[in-house]
Nanobody
Framework: QVQLVESGGGLVQAGGSLRITCTAS????????MAWFRRAPGKPREFVGD????????SYRNSLKGRFIISRDNAKNTGTLQMNSLKPEDTAVYYC???????????WGQGTQVTVSS
């Protein structure tokens, strides 16, 4: 059973940067994908982006391309979401998730709050 623990996030002024990491334990993620999602107050959860753990290929929500960068460290079983030029509308709880053998995002982190002040 894969367990995901997120760290990072916090409060930042508009235009600033934050980094969130997601560390996997209890299982291998080498054949999985890791995705980031976010949920803003009063809004549905939305996809931020993902990374294929094997080849490192990434995809992003169109509106976030160029500002958000996803990477992974195979040796540390850690994924990272680097968020730049943050805007108040980026305020949300951010979650990482990893796919299981059926390619379903079955494993989720606890979520971490990101607040961007104007």
């Amino acid at each position: 059973q894969v367990q995901l623990v997120e760290s990072g996030g916090g409060l930042v002024q508009a235009g600033g940067s934050l980094r969130i990491t997601c560390t996997a334990s209890g299982g291998t993620v080498s054949s999985s994908s890791m995705a980031w999602f976010r949920r803003a107050p009063g809004k549905p959860r939305e996809f931020v982006g993902d990374i294929n753990w094997k080849d490192g290929s990434t995809s992003y929500r169109n509106s976030l391309k160029g500002r958000f960068i996803i990477s992974r460290d195979n040796a540390k079983n850690t994924g990272t979401l680097q968020m730049n030029s943050l805007k108040p509308e980026d305020t949300a709880v951010y979650y990482c998730a990893v796919t299981d053998s059926r390619d379903v995002y079955s494993y989720w982190g606890q979520g971490t709050q990101v607040t961007v002040s104007s």
